[in-house]
């Protein structure tokens, strides 16, 4: 089943359970794939809307971190919810250690040496892990690498 597919059952099954949480995370992504397709005025394909998700559970992990900050409990474990149910429609993610093999390969591989190769590393990694994690935990794991 096509992800545009599922997330349209996976609506009606929310509302049909009277799940609020579950229909207003499903009906933001559903919003967002239609703009930028509106846009862009293309057909999305599924790897481009598990990158739509992704930007989606990035930006929930930022709000988390604003709301903490500002004591807003509540709505920190609002957007936790949020990101559980993203969660669902991405591929696996991986652990920091598979992250880490990842990483090392890469270095091996293009001979990067020093904290200069940042970005050379960042671009080979990036595509093998898209996904399945975030930028943040590479730049992380490079780090600590290099």
């Known amino acids: ?16 359970e009277k799940n609020k949480v579950k229909k207003s995370v499903i009906t933001m ?3 967002a794939i239609k703009q930028y397709e509106v846009d862009n ?16 559970v990035k930006q929930k992990k930022d709000a988390i971190e604003e709301f903490a900050k500002g004591g807003r ?14 969660m ?4 696996e993610q991986l652990t920091e250690d598979q992250v880490s093999e990842i990483v090392s390969k890469v270095i091996e591989e293009i001979g990067a040496n020093s904290m200069k190769d940042m970005g050379r590393i960042m ?14 935990t590479v730049n992380k794991v490079v780090k600590q690498i290099l």
């Open 88 to 91: 669902d429609y991405l591929p």
């Open 1 to 16: 089943m096509a992800l545009k597919e599922r997330l349209m059952a996976d609506l009606k099954a929310a509302m049909k």
């Open 41 to 56: 005025r293309v057909e999305l394909d599924d790897e481009s809307i598990l990158e739509i998700i992704s930007k989606q």
């Open 29 to 31: 992504v559903r919003s």
């Open 123 to 136: 671009a080979a990694v990036m595509p093998k892990v898209k996904g399945r994690t975030d930028g943040k």
């Open 73 to 86: 409990d509540d709505l920190v474990d609002e957007a936790k919810a949020e990101i559980e149910v993203l």
